[in-house]
Protein backbone atom coordinates (compact mmCIF):
# COMPACT_ATOMS: atom_id res chain seq x y z
CA UNK A 1 0.00 0.00 0.00
CA UNK A 2 2.77 2.45 0.85
CA UNK A 3 4.67 1.48 -2.56
CA UNK A 4 1.77 2.19 -4.63
CA UNK A 5 0.75 5.32 -2.38
CA UNK A 6 4.71 6.98 -3.31
CA UNK A 7 4.06 5.58 -6.81
CA UNK A 8 1.09 8.07 -6.80
CA UNK A 9 2.49 10.51 -5.62
CA UNK A 10 5.68 10.68 -7.80
CA UNK A 11 3.25 10.36 -10.39
CA UNK A 12 1.43 13.42 -9.68
CA UNK A 13 4.53 15.40 -8.86
CA UNK A 14 6.19 14.36 -12.12
CA UNK A 15 2.56 14.98 -13.68
CA UNK A 16 2.98 18.44 -12.20
CA UNK A 17 6.27 19.33 -12.88
CA UNK A 18 5.86 18.36 -16.94
CA UNK A 19 2.84 20.66 -16.82
CA UNK A 20 4.73 23.17 -15.53
CA UNK A 21 8.31 22.43 -17.56
CA UNK A 22 6.49 21.51 -20.87
CA UNK A 23 7.93 23.48 -24.25
CA UNK A 24 5.54 26.07 -24.67
CA UNK A 25 3.72 25.83 -28.33
CA UNK A 26 5.77 27.41 -31.33
CA UNK A 27 8.91 27.34 -29.25
CA UNK A 28 11.86 27.43 -31.81
CA UNK A 29 13.46 23.19 -32.20
CA UNK A 30 16.14 21.98 -30.28
CA UNK A 31 17.72 19.15 -27.85
CA UNK A 32 15.77 17.06 -25.78
CA UNK A 33 15.38 18.09 -22.30
CA UNK A 34 14.48 16.26 -18.95
CA UNK A 35 13.18 16.90 -15.55
CA UNK A 36 15.33 19.67 -13.28
CA UNK A 37 18.78 19.33 -15.65
CA UNK A 38 17.20 20.60 -18.68
CA UNK A 39 19.44 19.63 -21.78
CA UNK A 40 22.67 19.75 -19.57
CA UNK A 41 23.15 16.23 -21.22
CA UNK A 42 23.43 17.89 -24.75
CA UNK A 43 25.74 20.86 -23.88
CA UNK A 44 27.72 18.45 -22.02
CA UNK A 45 31.42 20.25 -20.79
CA UNK A 46 31.30 22.60 -23.42
CA UNK A 47 28.57 25.00 -24.51
CA UNK A 48 30.13 26.52 -27.56
CA UNK A 49 30.46 23.10 -28.71
CA UNK A 50 26.70 22.64 -28.05
CA UNK A 51 25.76 26.14 -29.94
CA UNK A 52 27.97 24.96 -32.68
CA UNK A 53 26.28 21.31 -33.36
CA UNK A 54 22.73 22.54 -32.55
CA UNK A 55 22.92 25.25 -35.36
CA UNK A 56 23.88 22.53 -37.97
CA UNK A 57 20.81 20.52 -36.83
CA UNK A 58 18.25 23.06 -36.06
CA UNK A 59 19.17 26.04 -37.83
CA UNK A 60 20.16 29.83 -36.31
CA UNK A 61 17.36 29.78 -33.47
CA UNK A 62 17.71 26.97 -31.82
CA UNK A 63 15.58 26.35 -28.07
CA UNK A 64 17.25 24.26 -25.20
CA UNK A 65 16.63 24.50 -20.79
CA UNK A 66 19.13 25.48 -18.84
CA UNK A 67 17.80 23.41 -15.72
CA UNK A 68 14.36 24.14 -15.26
CA UNK A 69 14.41 27.24 -17.46
CA UNK A 70 14.13 27.92 -21.03
CA UNK A 71 16.36 29.20 -23.43
CA UNK A 72 17.12 30.12 -27.12
CA UNK A 73 20.44 30.79 -28.88
CA UNK A 74 20.84 32.76 -31.74
CA UNK A 75 23.50 32.16 -34.87
CA UNK A 76 22.51 34.25 -36.98
CA UNK A 77 23.80 38.05 -37.60
CA UNK A 78 20.56 39.91 -38.54
CA UNK A 79 18.74 38.34 -36.11
CA UNK A 80 20.87 38.53 -33.79
CA UNK A 81 20.69 42.18 -34.02
CA UNK A 82 17.23 42.82 -34.29
CA UNK A 83 16.69 41.26 -31.06
CA UNK A 84 19.32 42.80 -29.00
CA UNK A 85 18.53 46.11 -30.37
CA UNK A 86 14.99 45.66 -28.70
CA UNK A 87 13.73 46.59 -24.84
CA UNK A 88 12.36 43.16 -24.89
CA UNK A 89 15.55 41.05 -24.90
CA UNK A 90 17.50 43.35 -22.61
CA UNK A 91 16.83 41.63 -19.57
CA UNK A 92 19.38 38.52 -17.89
CA UNK A 93 18.65 35.12 -17.10
CA UNK A 94 17.50 34.43 -13.64
CA UNK A 95 19.82 31.91 -12.75
CA UNK A 96 22.79 33.61 -13.92
CA UNK A 97 21.52 36.62 -11.98
CA UNK A 98 21.47 34.44 -8.82
CA UNK A 99 24.30 32.37 -8.82
CA UNK A 100 26.75 35.42 -9.83
CA UNK A 101 24.89 37.09 -6.97
CA UNK A 102 26.04 34.11 -5.03
CA UNK A 103 29.79 34.74 -6.59
CA UNK A 104 30.00 38.19 -5.95
CA UNK A 105 27.69 39.62 -3.10
CA UNK A 106 28.98 39.76 0.81
CA UNK A 107 26.49 37.27 1.89
CA UNK A 108 22.88 36.44 1.02
CA UNK A 109 21.47 39.21 2.76
CA UNK A 110 23.04 41.96 0.77
CA UNK A 111 20.75 44.19 -1.16
CA UNK A 112 21.79 44.97 -4.48
CA UNK A 113 20.40 45.03 -8.28
CA UNK A 114 23.45 43.43 -9.71
CA UNK A 115 25.64 46.46 -10.75
CA UNK A 116 25.83 47.18 -14.69
CA UNK A 117 26.06 43.69 -15.83
CA UNK A 118 23.36 41.62 -14.17
CA UNK A 119 20.94 44.54 -13.50
CA UNK A 120 17.48 44.73 -15.47
CA UNK A 121 14.49 46.99 -15.96
CA UNK A 122 14.70 50.42 -14.98
CA UNK A 123 17.46 49.92 -12.43
CA UNK A 124 19.76 47.99 -15.54
CA UNK A 125 19.02 51.48 -16.91
CA UNK A 126 19.90 54.21 -14.56
CA UNK A 127 23.14 52.33 -13.62
CA UNK A 128 24.57 51.88 -17.12
CA UNK A 129 23.23 55.66 -18.24
CA UNK A 130 25.32 57.01 -15.25
CA UNK A 131 28.64 54.68 -15.68
CA UNK A 132 28.69 55.62 -19.32
CA UNK A 133 28.26 59.80 -18.32
CA UNK A 134 31.19 59.55 -15.45
CA UNK A 135 33.79 57.36 -16.91
CA UNK A 136 33.06 59.71 -19.97
CA UNK A 137 33.34 62.82 -17.64
CA UNK A 138 37.08 61.29 -16.51
CA UNK A 139 37.99 60.57 -19.58
CA UNK A 140 37.17 57.21 -21.07
CA UNK A 141 37.02 57.55 -24.99
CA UNK A 142 38.66 60.34 -25.40
CA UNK A 143 42.23 61.82 -26.23
CA UNK A 144 42.55 62.23 -22.08
CA UNK A 145 43.47 58.48 -21.46
CA UNK A 146 46.06 58.42 -23.51
CA UNK A 147 48.74 60.32 -20.97
CA UNK A 148 47.04 57.35 -18.09
CA UNK A 149 47.78 54.87 -20.88
CA UNK A 150 51.56 55.71 -22.37
CA UNK A 151 52.60 56.51 -18.75
CA UNK A 152 51.63 52.83 -18.19
CA UNK A 153 53.14 51.96 -21.32
CA UNK A 154 56.76 53.93 -20.60
CA UNK A 155 56.97 51.90 -17.24
CA UNK A 156 56.48 48.57 -19.04
CA UNK A 157 59.06 49.40 -21.29
CA UNK A 158 61.45 50.27 -19.08
CA UNK A 159 60.73 47.07 -16.98
CA UNK A 160 60.74 44.89 -19.94
CA UNK A 161 64.31 46.22 -21.18
CA UNK A 162 65.92 44.68 -18.06
CA UNK A 163 64.72 41.19 -19.56
CA UNK A 164 66.38 42.07 -22.60
CA UNK A 165 66.92 38.55 -24.53
CA UNK A 166 65.07 36.41 -22.02
CA UNK A 167 62.40 34.15 -22.20
CA UNK A 168 59.23 36.10 -20.16
CA UNK A 169 55.94 35.04 -19.76
CA UNK A 170 54.01 38.62 -21.06
CA UNK A 171 50.34 37.42 -19.25
CA UNK A 172 50.65 39.75 -15.35
CA UNK A 173 53.72 41.90 -17.01
CA UNK A 174 50.76 43.40 -19.54
CA UNK A 175 47.79 42.85 -17.12
CA UNK A 176 49.43 45.30 -14.61
CA UNK A 177 49.66 48.12 -17.15
CA UNK A 178 46.39 48.02 -18.38
CA UNK A 179 44.73 47.87 -14.96
CA UNK A 180 46.46 50.66 -13.77
CA UNK A 181 44.84 52.63 -16.46
CA UNK A 182 41.41 51.66 -15.08
CA UNK A 183 42.24 51.72 -11.82
CA UNK A 184 43.52 55.72 -11.88
CA UNK A 185 40.16 56.33 -13.96
CA UNK A 186 37.69 54.36 -10.66
CA UNK A 187 39.85 55.51 -7.90
CA UNK A 188 42.37 58.15 -8.69
CA UNK A 189 45.23 55.91 -7.32
CA UNK A 190 47.89 53.82 -9.42
CA UNK A 191 48.46 50.24 -8.25
CA UNK A 192 51.84 49.17 -6.99
CA UNK A 193 53.76 46.42 -8.59
CA UNK A 194 55.42 45.52 -5.81
CA UNK A 195 52.04 45.45 -3.99
CA UNK A 196 51.00 41.80 -2.98
CA UNK A 197 47.45 42.52 -2.36
CA UNK A 198 46.94 43.85 -5.87
CA UNK A 199 48.94 41.28 -7.59
CA UNK A 200 46.65 38.64 -5.59
CA UNK A 201 43.85 40.47 -7.32
CA UNK A 202 45.07 39.74 -10.70
CA UNK A 203 45.67 36.63 -10.09
CA UNK A 204 42.14 35.85 -8.43
CA UNK A 205 40.36 37.37 -11.23
CA UNK A 206 41.96 35.41 -14.09
CA UNK A 207 41.83 32.15 -12.26
CA UNK A 208 38.12 33.09 -11.91
CA UNK A 209 37.94 33.52 -15.51
CA UNK A 210 39.94 31.01 -16.94
CA UNK A 211 38.75 28.17 -14.46
CA UNK A 212 35.10 28.88 -14.47
CA UNK A 213 33.12 27.15 -17.62
CA UNK A 214 30.05 28.34 -18.21
CA UNK A 215 29.11 25.31 -19.01
CA UNK A 216 29.21 24.14 -14.78
CA UNK A 217 26.05 22.74 -14.20
CA UNK A 218 26.15 25.29 -10.90
CA UNK A 219 25.94 28.11 -13.78
CA UNK A 220 23.06 26.06 -15.05
CA UNK A 221 21.34 24.91 -11.67
CA UNK A 222 22.32 27.46 -8.66
CA UNK A 223 20.62 25.51 -6.40
CA UNK A 224 23.62 22.82 -6.77
CA UNK A 225 26.03 24.82 -4.92
CA UNK A 226 23.97 23.93 -1.76
CA UNK A 227 24.80 20.30 -1.95
CA UNK A 228 28.00 18.87 -0.85
CA UNK A 229 30.33 18.30 -3.62
CA UNK A 230 29.03 21.07 -5.26
CA UNK A 231 29.42 23.54 -2.68
CA UNK A 232 32.64 22.88 -2.47
CA UNK A 233 33.17 23.27 -6.04
CA UNK A 234 31.32 26.62 -5.38
CA UNK A 235 33.50 28.59 -2.57
CA UNK A 236 36.50 27.44 -4.51
CA UNK A 237 35.41 29.19 -7.60
CA UNK A 238 33.80 32.30 -5.26
CA UNK A 239 37.77 32.78 -3.79
CA UNK A 240 38.55 35.08 -6.80
CA UNK A 241 35.78 37.39 -6.84
CA UNK A 242 35.57 38.36 -2.98
CA UNK A 243 39.00 38.76 -3.36
CA UNK A 244 38.55 41.77 -5.90
CA UNK A 245 35.74 42.49 -3.81
CA UNK A 246 37.65 43.11 -0.33
CA UNK A 247 39.92 45.45 -2.59
CA UNK A 248 37.82 47.49 -4.11
CA UNK A 249 35.67 47.55 -0.88
CA UNK A 250 38.41 49.28 0.76
CA UNK A 251 38.88 51.66 -2.03
CA UNK A 252 35.36 52.87 -1.43
CA UNK A 253 35.66 53.09 2.55
CA UNK A 254 38.44 55.47 2.10
CA UNK A 255 36.29 57.32 -0.19
CA UNK A 256 33.84 57.66 1.97
CA UNK A 257 36.07 58.75 4.98
CA UNK A 258 37.93 61.55 2.64
CA UNK A 259 34.78 62.59 0.76
CA UNK A 260 34.41 66.29 -0.23
CA UNK A 261 30.66 67.02 -2.00
CA UNK A 262 32.50 70.01 -3.94
CA UNK A 263 34.95 67.98 -4.92
CA UNK A 264 34.47 64.58 -7.39
CA UNK A 265 37.78 63.08 -7.94
CA UNK A 266 37.15 60.42 -9.97
CA UNK A 267 34.30 57.64 -10.71
CA UNK A 268 34.06 56.54 -6.83
CA UNK A 269 33.41 60.00 -5.66
CA UNK A 270 31.10 60.64 -8.57
CA UNK A 271 29.03 57.29 -7.62
CA UNK A 272 28.91 58.08 -3.72
CA UNK A 273 27.50 61.77 -4.30
CA UNK A 274 25.33 60.18 -7.09
CA UNK A 275 23.90 57.93 -3.91
CA UNK A 276 23.60 60.40 -1.09
CA UNK A 277 21.51 62.63 -3.69
CA UNK A 278 18.92 59.94 -3.96
CA UNK A 279 15.93 60.42 -2.16
CA UNK A 280 13.88 58.19 -4.27
CA UNK A 281 13.49 54.70 -2.82
CA UNK A 282 12.45 52.58 -5.77
CA UNK A 283 15.73 53.82 -7.39
CA UNK A 284 19.00 51.23 -7.64
CA UNK A 285 21.36 54.44 -6.00
CA UNK A 286 19.43 54.67 -2.95
CA UNK A 287 19.72 53.34 0.91
CA UNK A 288 21.02 49.99 1.18
CA UNK A 289 20.30 49.01 -2.77
CA UNK A 290 23.10 51.95 -3.23
CA UNK A 291 25.51 50.17 -1.04
CA UNK A 292 25.30 46.87 -2.88
CA UNK A 293 25.39 48.31 -6.13
CA UNK A 294 28.47 50.70 -5.91
CA UNK A 295 30.46 47.40 -5.09
CA UNK A 296 28.51 45.89 -7.67
CA UNK A 297 29.94 47.87 -10.21
CA UNK A 298 33.14 48.70 -9.24
CA UNK A 299 33.26 44.90 -9.73
CA UNK A 300 32.01 44.68 -13.18
CA UNK A 301 33.91 47.66 -14.30
CA UNK A 302 37.48 47.22 -13.08
CA UNK A 303 37.30 42.82 -13.00
CA UNK A 304 35.49 43.06 -16.41
CA UNK A 305 37.31 46.26 -18.02
CA UNK A 306 41.03 44.92 -17.11
CA UNK A 307 41.34 40.86 -17.22
CA UNK A 308 39.37 41.02 -21.00
CA UNK A 309 41.57 43.64 -22.57
CA UNK A 310 44.99 42.19 -21.08
CA UNK A 311 43.28 38.80 -22.33
CA UNK A 312 43.33 40.50 -25.85
CA UNK A 313 47.08 41.77 -25.38
CA UNK A 314 48.09 38.20 -24.72
CA UNK A 315 46.48 36.89 -27.81
CA UNK A 316 47.76 39.66 -29.82
CA UNK A 317 51.26 38.95 -29.21
CA UNK A 318 50.98 35.62 -29.82
CA UNK A 319 49.62 35.84 -32.90
CA UNK A 320 52.42 37.94 -33.87
CA UNK A 321 55.22 35.60 -32.54
CA UNK A 322 53.45 32.72 -34.79
CA UNK A 323 53.35 35.16 -37.67
CA UNK A 324 56.56 37.00 -37.37
CA UNK A 325 56.23 38.54 -41.21
CA UNK A 326 53.28 40.09 -39.30
CA UNK A 327 55.14 41.47 -36.80
CA UNK A 328 57.23 43.12 -39.13
CA UNK A 329 54.87 44.54 -41.23
CA UNK A 330 53.32 46.27 -38.38
CA UNK A 331 56.17 47.83 -36.85
CA UNK A 332 57.50 49.04 -40.48
CA UNK A 333 54.03 50.92 -40.41
CA UNK A 334 55.23 52.25 -37.13
CA UNK A 335 58.59 53.19 -38.16
CA UNK A 336 57.09 54.77 -40.87
CA UNK A 337 54.24 56.99 -39.50
CA UNK A 338 54.91 57.47 -35.92
CA UNK A 339 58.80 57.56 -35.77
CA UNK A 340 60.70 57.98 -32.13
CA UNK A 341 57.82 59.77 -30.77
CA UNK A 342 55.37 57.75 -28.41
CA UNK A 343 52.27 56.60 -30.58
CA UNK A 344 49.02 58.64 -30.42
CA UNK A 345 45.37 57.86 -31.13
CA UNK A 346 45.75 59.79 -34.05
CA UNK A 347 48.07 58.11 -36.04
CA UNK A 348 45.34 55.16 -36.19
CA UNK A 349 43.37 56.32 -39.10
CA UNK A 350 47.61 56.38 -40.81
CA UNK A 351 47.84 52.76 -40.11
CA UNK A 352 45.53 50.64 -41.71
CA UNK A 353 47.66 47.40 -41.31
CA UNK A 354 47.77 47.65 -37.55
CA UNK A 355 43.91 48.02 -37.36
CA UNK A 356 43.10 45.62 -39.35
CA UNK A 357 45.63 43.28 -36.83
CA UNK A 358 43.87 44.25 -33.51
CA UNK A 359 40.48 43.60 -35.17
CA UNK A 360 41.46 40.26 -37.17
CA UNK A 361 43.17 39.59 -33.11
CA UNK A 362 39.75 40.35 -31.79
CA UNK A 363 37.72 38.40 -34.54
CA UNK A 364 40.10 34.96 -34.29
CA UNK A 365 40.37 35.10 -30.45
CA UNK A 366 36.85 35.87 -30.09
CA UNK A 367 37.08 36.29 -25.83
CA UNK A 368 33.54 36.96 -25.27
CA UNK A 369 32.08 33.68 -27.42
CA UNK A 370 28.88 33.83 -26.20
CA UNK A 371 26.32 36.33 -23.78
CA UNK A 372 23.25 35.63 -22.33
CA UNK A 373 20.12 38.12 -22.27
CA UNK A 374 16.74 37.07 -21.17
CA UNK A 375 13.26 38.11 -22.40
CA UNK A 376 11.19 40.51 -20.67
CA UNK A 377 7.78 39.90 -21.84
CA UNK A 378 6.74 37.23 -24.28
CA UNK A 379 8.19 37.88 -27.63
CA UNK A 380 6.74 36.99 -30.90
CA UNK A 381 10.16 36.49 -32.87
CA UNK A 382 10.43 35.29 -36.15
CA UNK A 383 7.44 32.99 -36.24
CA UNK A 384 8.15 32.11 -32.52
CA UNK A 385 7.06 32.28 -29.47
CA UNK A 386 9.54 33.09 -27.25
CA UNK A 387 7.79 33.76 -23.43
CA UNK A 388 9.01 35.98 -20.38
CA UNK A 389 12.17 34.84 -18.91
CA UNK A 390 13.46 32.78 -21.76
CA UNK A 391 17.40 33.05 -21.47
CA UNK A 392 18.64 34.57 -24.78
CA UNK A 393 22.22 33.78 -25.98
CA UNK A 394 23.99 35.05 -28.74
CA UNK A 395 26.29 32.81 -31.01
CA UNK A 396 29.33 35.51 -31.23
CA UNK A 397 31.60 32.69 -31.94
CA UNK A 398 29.53 31.11 -34.94
CA UNK A 399 28.80 34.79 -36.45
CA UNK A 400 32.55 35.85 -36.56
CA UNK A 401 33.18 32.82 -38.10
CA UNK A 402 30.34 32.29 -40.62
CA UNK A 403 32.16 30.74 -43.37
CA UNK A 404 28.97 32.25 -45.89
CA UNK A 405 30.53 35.98 -45.06
CA UNK A 406 33.89 34.70 -44.01
CA UNK A 407 36.68 33.70 -46.01
CA UNK A 408 38.58 30.88 -44.43
CA UNK A 409 37.67 31.92 -41.33
CA UNK A 410 39.80 29.29 -39.21
CA UNK A 411 42.84 31.23 -40.30
CA UNK A 412 44.34 34.35 -38.96
CA UNK A 413 44.50 36.63 -41.59
CA UNK A 414 44.57 40.62 -41.14
CA UNK A 415 44.01 41.16 -44.30
CA UNK A 416 40.43 40.52 -44.66
CA UNK A 417 39.99 44.02 -43.19
CA UNK A 418 42.18 45.67 -45.58
CA UNK A 419 40.44 46.77 -48.91
CA UNK A 420 42.35 46.53 -52.77
CA UNK A 421 43.38 49.73 -52.09
CA UNK A 422 45.75 49.14 -48.74
CA UNK A 423 42.94 51.02 -46.85
CA UNK A 424 41.49 49.78 -43.60
CA UNK A 425 37.96 48.07 -44.10
CA UNK A 426 35.04 47.69 -41.32
CA UNK A 427 33.33 44.50 -40.99
CA UNK A 428 30.07 45.07 -39.66
CA UNK A 429 30.31 41.01 -38.60
CA UNK A 430 33.16 42.03 -36.05
CA UNK A 431 31.15 42.18 -33.13
CA UNK A 432 33.65 41.71 -29.98
CA UNK A 433 32.38 43.66 -28.17
CA UNK A 434 28.36 43.16 -28.77
CA UNK A 435 25.70 44.69 -30.32
CA UNK A 436 22.39 46.03 -29.19
CA UNK A 437 21.02 47.76 -25.49
CA UNK A 438 23.89 45.80 -23.79
CA UNK A 439 27.20 46.36 -25.93
CA UNK A 440 30.14 46.57 -23.97
CA UNK A 441 30.52 49.89 -22.69
CA UNK A 442 34.53 50.09 -21.82
CA UNK A 443 34.64 49.76 -25.98
CA UNK A 444 36.33 52.93 -26.62
CA UNK A 445 38.93 52.84 -23.49
CA UNK A 446 39.95 49.14 -24.70
CA UNK A 447 40.54 49.95 -28.39
CA UNK A 448 42.70 52.91 -26.82
CA UNK A 449 44.47 50.72 -24.99
CA UNK A 450 44.93 47.62 -27.48
CA UNK A 451 46.08 50.11 -29.92
CA UNK A 452 48.52 52.16 -27.82
CA UNK A 453 49.64 48.98 -25.61
CA UNK A 454 50.63 47.21 -28.92
CA UNK A 455 52.14 50.17 -31.01
CA UNK A 456 54.22 51.14 -27.85
CA UNK A 457 55.39 48.01 -27.40
CA UNK A 458 56.20 46.98 -30.69
CA UNK A 459 57.88 50.21 -31.45
CA UNK A 460 60.72 48.97 -28.25
CA UNK A 461 60.83 45.57 -28.97
CA UNK A 462 60.72 42.14 -31.21
CA UNK A 463 58.77 39.61 -30.01
CA UNK A 464 59.41 36.16 -30.93
CA UNK A 465 58.56 32.19 -29.95
CA UNK A 466 61.06 30.26 -27.37
CA UNK A 467 59.75 27.32 -29.57
CA UNK A 468 61.95 25.35 -32.58
CA UNK A 469 59.73 27.36 -35.00
CA UNK A 470 57.07 29.91 -35.17
CA UNK A 471 54.45 27.21 -36.91
CA UNK A 472 54.69 25.43 -33.41
CA UNK A 473 53.11 28.26 -31.74
CA UNK A 474 49.49 27.19 -30.35
CA UNK A 475 47.08 30.03 -31.52
CA UNK A 476 43.60 28.31 -30.64
CA UNK A 477 41.71 29.95 -28.08
CA UNK A 478 40.86 28.03 -24.72
CA UNK A 479 37.40 27.24 -23.98
CA UNK A 480 36.51 28.36 -20.67
CA UNK A 481 33.61 31.20 -19.21
CA UNK A 482 35.75 33.18 -21.68
CA UNK A 483 37.94 32.00 -24.40
CA UNK A 484 41.54 32.78 -23.07
CA UNK A 485 44.82 32.18 -25.03
CA UNK A 486 47.13 29.37 -24.27
CA UNK A 487 49.94 29.62 -21.80
CA UNK A 488 53.29 30.98 -23.85
CA UNK A 489 56.88 32.62 -23.17
CA UNK A 490 58.15 35.05 -25.46
CA UNK A 491 61.88 36.04 -26.06
CA UNK A 492 61.87 39.95 -26.12
CA UNK A 493 64.88 41.90 -28.09
CA UNK A 494 64.95 45.82 -27.98
CA UNK A 495 64.98 47.38 -30.93
CA UNK A 496 67.57 49.85 -32.15
Not at 27 to 45: D, N, T
Not at 95 to 110: P, Q
Not at 267 to 277: G, H, L, T, V
Not at 464 to 469: E, K, P
Request: aromatic share 12%; charged share 25%.
Amino acid sequence: MIFFLLLFLVSILCFVYSARNATPKNFPAGPCSFPLIGSLLSVGVDLKSAFQKWRRQWGDIVGFKMGSELAVVISDFDMLQEAFKDDRFAGRPENLSSVFKAYFAKDAHEKTSGGIVFSTGDHWKEQRRFAMKTLKDFGVGKSATQTIINDEINKLVEELRQDDGQSINLKFRTNLAVVNTLWQILNGEKSDSNNPQMMEVFRSTAEFIQENSMTGPIMLMPWLRHLPFFKTMFEKARTGPQTMRKFTAESIRRHIDTYDETHQRDFIDSYIKKMMETTDESSSFHGKHGEGNIQRTMLDVFGAGSETTSSILTFAFNYLTRFPEMQRKVQEEIDSVVGSRAPELTDRPKMPYTDAVIHEVLRHSCIVYTTPHATTEDVQFHGFTIPKGTSVFANTSHIMNDPKHWDKPEEFNPDRFIDSEGNFKKNERCIPFLVGKRYCLGQQLAQHELFLFLTGLLQAFTFSTTLADPSMVDIEPVVGFLHTCPNYNVIINSRS
